[in-house]
Each structure stands twice: as structure tokens, then as C-alpha cells.
């Protein structure tokens, strides 16, 4: 189980979507097997915009994994979201 906290002030929740984006890494650290998992809101603190997301990853063999969290636009006119240059990457 991952989890991740989001402040956007000038968004709505329903303008985005958070996911988890984790990958196993191979002997030379390139990506291999990446799952993207939809994150789920599980609290909203309105005083500050703040949304906790949280998702659960199964891995299937073992090794070495990374993760990170992306915060993308979310509307029924993209088809694509992914490919618009709009992906914030959250870090720590």
C-alpha cells in the first residue's frame, strides 16, 4: 500500500486524476514492468486543498522496485492525458 498527499489550490478534485506509477528495475536501473494503478482519495483537509490518496500495488515476482505518484488532467474531452505534457510528477 502507497500513499501520497496533493494540494492543488486552483483545481477541483474532479479535474485530475493521481496514480502510482511503479516500475521493477533491472540489473542496469531501466524501467521494466511498469504498472500504473488509479489512486483512490481517502481524506480532503478544506482549509488547505490538501487531498490524501492511497492505492495498493501487487507484484507479482520479486527484485527491485521504484514508484512515484503523477498528478494528470482529468476530463471527458482528453483522450489522452498522458501524452500532453501536463503530468506533474510529485517528488518528496
Not at 41 to 49: C, I, P, R, S
Not at 56 to 63: E, L, Q, W
Not at 76 to 91: A, C, F, R, V
Request: with cysteine.
Amino acid at each position: 500500500e502507497v500513499n501520497c498527499k496533493v494540494t492543488i489550490p486552483n483545481l477541483s478534485i474532479k479535474d485530475i486524476k493521481v496514480q502510482t506509477y511503479c516500475c521493477k528495475l533491472s540489473d542496469n536501473g531501466e524501467a521494466e514492468d511498469i504498472i500504473i494503478v488509479p489512486m483512490k482519495m481517502v481524506k480532503f483537509e478544506e482549509e488547505y486543498n490538501r487531498y490524501y490518496f492511497t492505492a495498493k500495488i501487487n507484484i507479482a515476482t520479486g527484485g527491485e522496485y521504484g514508484y512515484t505518484f503523477r498528478v494528470l488532467p482529468n476530463h471527458e474531452m482528453l483522450l489522452d492525458s498522458e501524452n500532453l505534457d501536463l503530468i506533474k510528477w510529485i517528488g518528496k
